[in-house]
Structures are given as C-alpha cells and as structure tokens.
Nanobody, 124 residues
Framework: VQLQASGGGLVQTGGSLRLSCAASAGRTFSTYNMGWFRQAPGKERDLVAAISWSDGRTYYADSVKGRFTISRDNAKNTMYLQMNSLKPEDTAVYYC?????????????????WGQGTQVTVSS
C-alpha cells in the first residue's frame, strides 16, 4: 500500500484545512484501517484520528475532538481529515497511515504503511 498525503499549509488561528490521503491499494482499500498521525518538533508522533475498515467507527485524540473530522471514500481510495478551529498547538507534520488488511484494532499506534508527511502550520 502506498499513501500520498496532501493539503497541508499555513493558516491563521481559527482557520481550517482539509488533508487528503490517496492510497494505491486497489479494491482492498476498504479493508484497511486508516489513521492520521502528527509529529511536532521535539515530540513523539501521536495518533490524531482513525477510522475503522469494518463499520466506519472513528477515534479522536482528546486534543482535537469537536474540531477535526476523519472520513474515507472507499470508491476513491481516499481518506480525509477536516481540521477546523485550528490552534498554534496543531502545528506539526501530519502523516497518513494504513493498517491491515482486516485488523480489528484501528487505534493501535503500530500502523504498517505510512505516507510522507504534510506540514501544517498555524500562526497565532
């Protein structure tokens, strides 16, 4: 599985961005759990949001609940992260990742496949 993230950029506090992650997984994309991770300078890479392959359940880190929305379009082999009400502390490199196929735990941190990161910078 190859992943390509896009959509990062520079935005002011309170602004919005939409990240996309295009996957080259053929018709098996729908069997992969998908997640967005982020890593700020000097910090560990953290799971921000995830969506399960089986029933579309979602997970969000407490820091982004109510502001970020993860979604997927299996017909387009694409995952999205809509980020609203952005804060300076959201500044990080955001990575999309896939895990599976057919794994049950979509919130584990050891995802198998990773895309390149996309930089998100929120200015104060």
């Amino acid at each position: 599985v190859q992943l390509q993230a896009s959509g990062g950029g520079l935005v002011q506090t309170g602004g919005s961005l939409r990240l996309s992650c295009a996957a080259s997984a053929g018709r098996t994309f729908s069997t992969y759990n998908m997640g967005w991770f982020r890593q700020a300078p000097g910090k560990e890479r953290d799971l921000v949001a995830a969506i399960s392959w089986s029933d579309g359940r979602t997970y969000y880190a407490d820091s982004v609940k109510g502001r970020f929305t993860i979604s997927r379009d299996n017909a387009k082999n694409t995952m999205y992260l809509q980020m609203n009400s952005l804060k300076p502390e959201d500044t990080a490199v955001y990575y999309c990742a896939a895990d599976g196929p057919l794994y049950s735990d979509y919130t584990r941190r050891e995802y198998a496949y990773w895309g390149q990161g996309t930089q998100v910078t929120v200015s104060s």
